[in-house]
């Protein structure tokens, strides 16, 4: 078992910056692959950042992230985070991380097997 805990949502101005930071415990030793993923109200979750656990190079975005967020993890935390920079309110969502076994960025939801409670995001314009 994998327990995945989020934190550092908020409420920022358009423009603004926030980090998130998705930490790990458990059976980590078994993690593939993290990534982040959004869900606003009434809208689906969508994937938003990955990294491979073992080879932190290995990253993933999605195109309406790209060049604004970044992945990253901290091995000897056991920490993943995601910097958030040039936020807009099209970025207001729950935030969750997640947890996938194979050694792959996979970008479905369906595919990851532990999730964190979420944490807040909100941008205001």
């Known amino acids: 078992q994998v327990q995945l805990a989020e934190s550092g949502g908020g409420v920022v101005q358009a423009g603004g910056s926030l980090r998130l930071s998705c930490a790990a415990s458990?059976?980590?030793?078994?993690?593939?692959?993290l990534a982040w993923f959004r869900q606003a109200p009434g809208k689906e979750r969508e994937f938003v950042a990955g990294?491979?656990?073992?080879?932190?190079?290995?990253?993933g975005y999605a195109d309406s992230v790209r060049g604004r967020f970044t992945v990253s993890r901290e091995a000897a935390r056991n920490t993943m985070y995601l910097q958030m920079n040039n936020l807009n309110p099209e970025d207001t969502a729950a935030y969750f991380c997640?947890?996938?076994?194979?050694?792959?960025?996979?970008?479905?939801?369906?595919?990851?097997?532990?999730w964190g409670q979420g944490t807040q995001v909100t941008v205001s314009s």
């Open positions: 990294v491979l656990w073992s080879a932190p190079t290995m990253r």
């Open positions: 458990g059976r980590t030793f078994n993690i593939g692959a």
């Open positions: 997640a947890a996938r076994w194979p050694r792959d960025l996979s970008r479905s939801a369906a595919d990851f097997g532990a």
